[in-house]
């Protein structure tokens, strides 16, 4: 059996899995390993330094991916994604640059996420590439179809990083979504197993993005210290920074993250001025090199309390689609032929 959905067909992936473009997360090695085990990988922009920097990433990306998924991939939209994310940021990135470099590499797929993506679609749209956009409210995924979208990245309050504010679960934000899109879209936030695929594949989804559980895979570039948190953290370990800057962001609660929180509560409350040297994301880098867990902040999903293990990519995404296709079946089970109560009625 194989799963089959607008996310596969349009892009010639095994199964319908999308990497999160996670910040200092989304390196070759682990792009390159996502998009080997059939899903579709993604280089962060920017985790690199600069546009060249993310040229040679890209070419690093794709000298580690088999020849088999190329050939695969021939005739679509190429083997790897680059995540561009517009929100506010210590110092301003060169977003146009980092867009020009990719496209001139050769990448045709994008993954925007933020505010106003409009100037990023309209470039690569001009070169035909395939924009996903990430967002959190329906209202914004209009707007992003509207400004010429091909798919819709739907980040429910479970999502690591940046949930926006309106505060809606998954649940009801992709049956939402369901009701209001034309173009399909997938499920971000929440998602960990084949149990949630299915679900998200129940609430009309094409497939799912994830940041949290692909973090904890063996090839993710991040301290062995971080993967055991998170293998170690129950759902209860996350939290909330920025809320009162409305800029919010769900992190790993750590001894940072509640110093943050704490500032940001206390009478009179924070300016970004008085937490910008604690929540800053080179700090955060710095977890993840050095695995001190408490040395910055660092992004966590509620799925944290799904994850019981640090697989390889392949492993992950193989088990994944398996559960998930079992789900699938067993709910099919459910289905009687016999005539219902309501119908005999
Ligand atoms: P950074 O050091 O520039 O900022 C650290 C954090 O502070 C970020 O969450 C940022 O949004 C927030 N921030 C910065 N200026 C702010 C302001 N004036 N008011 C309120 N909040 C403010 O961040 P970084 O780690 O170097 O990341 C660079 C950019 O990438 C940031 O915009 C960040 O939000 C974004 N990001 C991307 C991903 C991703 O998946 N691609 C994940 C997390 C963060």
């Known amino acids: 059996m194989v799963l089959v959905t607008a996310l596969t067909e349009a892009l010639g992936l095994r199964v319908p899995l999308v990497q999160g473009g996670m910040q200092w997360v989304g390196t070759p090695a682990l792009a390159a390993a996502v998009t080997?085990?059939?899903?579709?990988?993604?280089?962060?922009?920017?985790?690199?330094?600069?546009?060249?920097?993310?040229?040679?990433?890209?070419?690093?990306?794709?000298?580690?991916?088999?020849?088999?998924?190329?050939?695969?991939?021939?005739?679509?939209?190429?083997?790897?994604?680059?995540?561009?994310?517009?929100?506010?940021?210590i110092n301003p990135p060169d977003y146009e640059g980092f867009?020009?470099?990719?496209?001139?590499?050769?990448?045709?797929?994008?993954?925007?996420?933020?505010?106003?993506?409009?100037?990023?679609?309209?470039?690569?749209?001009?070169?035909?590439?395939?924009?996903?956009?990430?967002c959190t409210s329906v209202r914004h995924a209009k707007s992003a179809e509207k400004l010429g979208a091909d798919m819709l990245s739907i980040d429910g309050f479970e999502c690591a990083g940046h949930p926006g504010e309106d505060d809606i679960g998954g649940l009801v934000l992709m049956a939402r979504a369901a009701e209001e899109l034309k173009v399909p879209f997938i499920a971000s936030g929440?998602?960990?197993?084949?149990?949630?695929?299915?679900?998200?594949?129940?609430?009309?989804?094409?497939?799912?993005?994830?940041?949290?559980?692909?973090?904890?895979?063996?090839?993710?570039?991040?301290?062995?210290?971080?993967?055991?948190?998170?293998?170690?953290?129950?759902?209860?370990?996350?939290?909330?920074?920025?809320?009162?800057?409305?800029?919010?962001a769900r992190v790993y609660k750590n001894k940072v993250a509640v110093e943050v929180v704490r500032l940001e509560n206390r009478p009179g409350g924070a300016k970004f001025e008085d937490v910008r040297e604690l929540v800053s994301g080179a700090r955060g880098k710095k977890v993840y090199e050095t695995g001190d867990i408490d040395a910055g902040v660092w992004s966590a999903g509620i799925t944290v309390g799904l994850i019981h293990d640090i697989p390889t990519c392949k492993e992950l995404v193989a088990q994944m689609e398996a559960d998930a296709e079992k789900h699938i079946s067993r709910l099919a089970t459910l289905v009687s032929h016999k005539q219902s109560n309501t119908q005999a009625r």
Not at 51 to 67: G, M
Not at 114 to 134: E, F, L, R, W
């Open 36 to 89: 080997n085990a059939g899903a579709l990988g993604v280089l962060t922009a920017l985790t690199q330094p600069t546009p060249d920097a993310l040229r040679q990433a890209i070419r690093e990306t794709r000298a580690l991916i088999s020849d088999d998924i190329k050939a695969e991939r021939k005739g679509k939209y190429g083997e790897i994604a680059v995540n561009l994310t517009l929100l506010p940021s």
């Open 99 to 134: 867009t020009r470099a990719a496209i001139e590499e050769g990448c045709r797929i994008f993954e925007t996420a933020g505010y106003n993506p409009g100037p990023i679609i309209k470039i690569a749209k001009q070169h035909n590439c395939y924009v996903i956009h990430k």
């Open 190 to 248: 929440g998602i960990a197993n084949g149990q949630g695929l299915a679900s998200a594949l129940a609430l009309g989804a094409a497939g799912a993005n994830m940041g949290t559980r692909f973090m904890c895979t063996k090839e993710a570039e991040v301290h062995d210290n971080v993967k055991k948190a998170m293998v170690d953290a129950d759902e209860r370990n996350t939290t909330h920074i920025f809320r009162t800057l409305r800029n919010t």
